[in-house]
């Protein structure tokens, strides 16, 4: 009785420790303070700017075109992404058609980038729960990817590839044949990886019931992707607001269901970046029988001069909603630009994420938000 008496009596602080900004669970350059009460995570608050570039104002001071390579670097991993929604805003305001054949080429690549970032995640998501191997799988699939887009576009990681009115370089027929080839085997090969990793024991103890993300709580934040449909809604903007021509594709929308735990935990987060390849594997193989010949880029003055405006438009990367409001007051430059991140959103829920959890199954929460910090940042 003494003793319990004592034990009250005893004064004890949380301990703080920093996750990052240099740590492999944080995906990149990110600090995560926390506070612990021995294992289990009181609070955590993300601390971000490591990685903070001026993105935004530097396109005040560049032409239109000058702006694309400044979005490759947002989401560095989703590039060919980042790129069209950003042509796609500039299209809008000039009211630019996009040739028939860049369309597909453009959906083509897309669906390819999803591939190959979805790719990353699964390699590197699996090495944050102590798995190595179906790191070096995946980058031995997402590397054919990155071949193709390096012919295409001469880099391998930033592509300037995605220009306003088209795309700079057109795929060759034996392209076209390698990707029909890719497809085909990353289909098979998906599910060895699938079987590997998602149905493993470990692994399903490690993500099922951990890192909850109810759908209020999506709704909450403006979850959007992946994190938004791993809790069971079915939102997907290349199905309710279609840009391009996507409207011409049947694929599903693949949202979670608590099959291995709860509703919106970190196992159904990946299983629905895993099932979503099979979608844009759908999609690339009616791109590539329906592409026709023709040229890949559209009529578009030397130098461009968007009316004066302004328009939102926001297109479906890998990560999630990527949105650009543009701001033209007629002249040679953008007056404005801003950028809505998902990440940045998805970075936003963590401390409602970490309470309660052990500082383990906090990383696989962190890993399964799947995060870059480029386009946090800017």
Known sequence: ?????EQEKLHTD???LNMGPQHPATHGVLRVEIKTDSEVVAHAKPHLGYLHRCMEKHSENLDYRGVIPFTDRLDYLASMSMEWGYALAVEKMLGTEVPKRAEY???IIAELQRVASHLMFFGTYAIDLGAF?????????????LRIFEEVSGARLLYNYVWIGGVWNDLSDDHLRRIDKFVDEMEENMKKYHNLVGMNKIFRARTANVGVISKEMAFDYGATGPVLRGSGVEWDLRKERPYGIYDQFDFDVITGKGEMGTLGDCWDRYHVRVLEIYESIKIIRQALEGIEEGPVMGKVPKIIKVPAGEIYMRTECPRGEL???LISDGG???YRLKVKSSCFTHVSMLPDMAPGQLIADFVASIGSIDIVLGEVDR
């Open 323 to 325: 949105g650009y409001h």
């Open 133 to 145: 191997s179906p790191f070096l799988y995946a980058f031995q699939d997402r590397e054919t990817i």
């Open 105 to 107: 080429v453009r959906i």
């Open 1 to 5: 009785m003494d003793h319990n008496k």
């Open 14 to 16: 949380l301990l703080t």
């Open 332 to 334: 040679k430059t953008p």
